[in-house]
């Protein structure tokens, strides 16, 4: 599926806890800020599924071996980021 480029996490007064992980190549682009750049032909590379970043729940990861985290999904069950 790719890489986790970037994590989520939800903030309360005592804690901070992951809530889902960006997963493939262009959420790398994401997290660079270099939207902006992408965004005009965004449609195009969606289409052709080369703009794919995946949000994965923390509880459908498998962070056991962190070298090598697994999904616990399938990827047909991924969602994309928002």
Do not use: N
């Not at 939800?10 to 992951?18: G, M, N, W």
């Not at 052709?48 to 071996?65: F, K």
Request: aromatic share 8%; proline share 4%; charged share 35%.
């Amino acid at each position: 599926v790719g890489r986790i480029e970037e994590f989520r996490v939800r903030r309360d007064e005592t804690s901070c806890l992951v809530d889902s992980y960006l997963i493939g190549v262009s959420a790398l682009v994401a997290r660079l800020g270099a939207w902006t750049l992408v965004r005009p032909i965004s449609r195009l590379l969606k289409s052709r599924e080369l703009y794919l970043v995946y949000e994965v729940p923390w509880q459908d990861m498998d962070l056991s071996d962190q070298e090598h985290p697994r999904l616990r999904i399938a990827k047909r069950d991924l969602r994309h980021a928002k």
